[in-house]
């Protein structure tokens, strides 16, 4: 209900969305999404002749989307307030209309946290289907089953795919579900603003896969980064890249506010900034990146998007424009963009470390501060992507510098682990086991970071697969084992179901070793001179490819292991799991499982850290009010 | 055992653990990409001091994580609850960020003195080249980048152009590289040169070659459908030959390609070619 209605004691007024407009129905936005984008790819190509159909294409995405999200009612509250009417409520009522729930427009942050967690780990199965695909060209070394220009497709689908999901898997799932349950809070700030972003990430998958097929372009053929001038020139198929990249940056961004805004302003009293878990300031320092990053890929996005269909040359050379602009651009949102894949991964292996060594988190303070610290610094050193590219020389050594002083706040990090280790009770469950494998991942990623911050060696090492391999073990190593770790740890309060321990125990040992023993390799390869994106290679690292490309399908199998195992959990076993089954201090174990639709019927008071575990005398976190010794701050409805 | 203790041990195995691996990566480890170029020695080295600080960092924190983990797995009762739990440590703090800070600054230093070799504004690619005592003459060759090949031109020699390397060794060569149509990347392994090429752009770098050795060049940059066959490997591969050789090749080549020059645009340092037009 709206707040002003509060304010002057008049009942809320409520108005049924679905009243207003077209039904909020998942088919009906569909089929008003396909008409909208047909009628409008007819008149984009009438409307521009001098191009090769982009302008048609691009503007049947852009106003197909339109049209899906309006009929989902995005559109709604809006009118709703030209009107001069109040906003619907955004007070859940009820406990949910069920499973339907999940196919609509929810306004309940715990609906949209279980939308992000099945959607985007249906989008990694699917990119990593690609990986395989990849991975099997490469078993041949002078190319393999799929003709050179597939292989460039499958390369830029697992590329971009894999940024969708590394991009909003941690923040979209465990971010929208637990930071509002871990501050004390009822809702997050912009629900509809928070289902809006959810509702982008399908559409901007769904267009990135229409691409393959030969009626919408048959592909495209730049990889993840879409460098112009080569995306420029390409198929129509980079329409559809370019429009689905561009809705996931715009969703990752709208996201990042609403979380912002609900940290900042919507905590409950007493949960002071040092007393906040550091899940959630993990979520502060990435958000920071998210909000202010993707606008600057959309930018870039965009002048392509021109340059393809008006003809505006942008990073046209010969129609003076500069390649530059692009690649300054994109590396610009590319770095920060990279951290934002992996502090959340540092804010989740902080948190569940505690609970199962039994101690505080040792260096709370300077852990905080180190991920600020990166997320600051992540801003200063994009050049270092583009060393190779002819960037003026005096910017080298700055640009190497700052990259090698971002170990520094990382390295703080490790510290915690360490000392949070000492003297540790340590609990070997699953999601320690997963936490300390992010450790020793993140650990060889981090360091043959290194190695390519270096300008002579990056000369060496550029474009190359020891690039891979690096990227591989911090963002898979680190950020896709938090997300196992995660799961493990918070799937009873997702489900009320605890994930099976046996079958647990065995994704986690194939996972941790096939997926050391795919990427380890990776180094030597790219050492000896193999390079990115190319199907051919040098004959004499044939051996070392079949050994990493085995592994990779076993690291593949592994993955299939975990969804057998959550599918399995969640729908076929009968045990409730415990509320508190991992004995936390956090707030999101105080509560009920299933969590109750307001998530909190009476703020509580935080009077203490998260963190006092091993304490006996310690107090509890926080205290909860007594149902009838104060009014709900807010009337029951 | 005392705290103490707990801390010397891993330690011990940390050094030694550290001290091992730093012989195997300085004797037995012969990293790329060679000695065939000056760059490359600097390239050789510099990947052998970091590999020196990524093992013994990373041994370090392993060693001591896993010895924390066994001395916790092996306690055979709960330790009492202990209040008074490490929250943080100033000293311990202090120095961990101190010696990041020492390790980090020392490579960049590394990096910076290997950058002091550049000559050029344009330089991309820093070869210690000038340091080698290299004559202030170089061989100009351009690299032309092209869907789906590297043409090169040598105009010192008439500017003529061909589709296979060749360059002689004691003299210092200067790439000046650029595209025809979307970005390329000029990648001669065994040179350890990297360099972009990019329409409109006149990127540049030095090398200086040492020994006669066989050339792998690749494309870097992902150009399109057929980059992963732009090549110049195998039989065909560009080749670094001594100056006796080249001299001779010179003569060939010029003999043998000049005449088709003057269907050649006039040398430049960018090319706009004109666009098929049906």
Known sequence: MSQTAIASGRAPVRFSARRLFLSQNLLTACLVGIVAGVIAYWVGAQLVTTDNGDAGVLLGYIVGAAGFLITMGFANDLILRLRGRPSASIVKTAEGKGWTEYLGVSLDHKVVGIQFAVGVTFMFLLAGFQAMMIRTDLLFPNGGPWPAGQYTTLVGLHGLMMMFVATLILIGAFGNYFVPLMIGAKRMAFPRLESFAFWLVPLGALILYSTIFAGF????????????????????????????????????????????????????????????????????????????????????????????????????????????????????????????????????????????????????????????????????????????????????PFFMT??????????????????????????????????????????????????????????????????????????????????????????????????????????????????????????????????????????????????????????????????????YSWAFQKERAPVNPWESRSLEWQLATPIPADNFERIPTIVSGPYDYGNPNARPVAEWPEPNSFPSPVPAT | MSTKRHLIIPGIISAILAVIGDFLVVLVLHLPPGNATTAAIDDTFTGQVFAIISWSVGAA?????????????????????????????????????????????????????????????????????LAAGAARDPLIIQVIGQQWQFTYRYPQYGGFETSQLRLPTGRLIQFDVTSLDVSHSFSAYQLAVKIDAISGINNVGYVYVLKPTAIDVRCGELCGLWHGYMTDVGAQAGQALTPSQFSSWLSYAESTYGPGESSLPKFALTYFPTPLTY
């Open chain 2, 61 to 129: 924190v392993v060693t001591f994580a896993v010895y924390f983990i066994v001395l916790s797995a092996r306690a055979t009762e709960a330790p009492a609850p202990n209040p008074g739990y490490l929250r943080s440590h100033l000293g311990l703090q202090t120095a961990w960020i101190g010696s990041s800070v020492v390790l980090v600054m020392f490579a960049a230093g590394l990096g910076v003195v290997a950058l002091e070799g550049q000559t050029s504004p344009n330089l991309v690619v820093p070869a210690k080249a």
């Open chain 1, 217 to 396: 372009g048959g592909g495209f053929n730049t990889g993840w980064y879409l460098y112009a001038p080569l995306s420029v020139e390409a198929r129509l198929g980079m329409d559809g890249a370019i429009v689905g990249f561009a809705f996931i940056g715009i969703a990752a961004s709208i996201a990042a506010i609403n979380l912002l805004t609900t940290i900042f302003v919507m905590r409950a009293p007493g949960m002071t900034w040092s007393r906040m878990p550091i899940f959630a300031w993990s979520m502060i320092a990435v958000e920071f990146l998210s909000a202010l990053a993707p606008p600057v890929l959309a930018c870039a996005l965009i002048m392509v998007g021109m340059d393809r269909a008006v003809q505006s040359s942008f990073f046209e050379a010969s129609a003076g424009g500069t390649t530059f602009l692009y690649e300054e651009m994109f590396w610009f949102f590319g770095h920060p963009e990279v951290y934002i894949f992996i502090i959340p991964a540092f804010g989740i292996a902080l948190e569940i470390l505690p609970v199962f060594a039994r101690k505080p988190l040792f260096g709370y303070r300077l852990a905080v501060a180190g991920m600020m610290g990166v997320a600051m610094m992540s801003w200063f050193v994009w050049n270092h992507h583009i060393f190779t590219s002819g960037i003026a020389p005096g910017l080298r």
């Open chain 1, 402 to 567: 700052a990259t090698e002083l971002i170990s520094i706040p990382t390295g703080v990090v490790f510290l915690s682990l360490l000392g949070t280790l000492w003297k540790a009770q340590l609990r070997f469950k699953l999601p320690l086991l997963f936490v300390l494998a992010l450790f020793f991942n993140f650990l060889i990623g981090g360091l043959t970071g290194v190695f390519l911050s270096d300008v002579p060696l990056d000369t060496t090492l550029h474009d190359g697969f020891f690039v891979v391999g690096h990227f591989h073990y911090t963002i898979v190593g680190a950020e896709i084992f938090a997300l196992y770790a995660a799961s493990y740890y918070w799937f009873p309060k997702f489900t009320g179901k605890m994930l099976n321990e046996r079958i647990g125990k065995l994704h986690f040992w194939t996972a941790f070793i096939f997926f050391n023993s795919t990427f380890l390799p990776m180094f030597a390869v790219g050492y000896l001179g193999m390079l990115r994106r190319s199907p051919v290679y040098a004959s004499n690292l044939h051996g070392l490819n079949v050994w990493i490309s085995v592994n990779a399908f076993l690291f593949g199998l592994s993955n299939l292991i975990w969804v057998v195992n959550i599918i």
